[in-house]
């Protein structure tokens, strides 16, 4: 059975920086690409990242290049997420998944604010 645990959001100033985990079962890992999306307020759940199976090709959307790193630990079979400049539109839920996923974790909240 697939499960996501995320972990290591929290509230950070703007500017600041934030490195969420993703332990994930149920599963081959280290075969699949992972992903991380977030869900702010009163909006859709939008893409973040996603990282190939063996962490070698890395994609973003654009309102986070440059600012976001996703790598993840085949061994650990964890993802990660860290974030740095933090600004207040990064507020949101974040969640992890691999593509085409259907089960989802709890997610980790991540607030930005002064």
């Known amino acids: 059975q697939v499960q996501l645990v995320e972990s290591g959001g929290g509230l950070v100033q703007p500017g600041g920086s934030l490195r969420l985990s993703c332990a994930a079962s149920g599963f081959t890992f280290r075969t699949v690409p992972m992903r991380w999306y977030r869900q702010a307020p009163g909006k859709e759940r939008e893409w973040v990242a996603t990282i190939t199976s063996t962490g070698n090709f890395t994609t973003y959307t654009d309102s986070v290049k440059g600012r976001f790193t996703i790598s993840r630990d085949n061994v650990k079979n964890t993802v990660y997420l860290q974030m740095t400049s933090l600004k207040p539109k990064d507020t949101a839920v974040y969640y992890c998944?691999?593509?085409?996923?259907?089960?989802w974790g709890q997610g980790t909240q991540v607030t930005v604010s002064s």
């Open positions: 998944n691999k593509i085409g996923g259907t089960t």
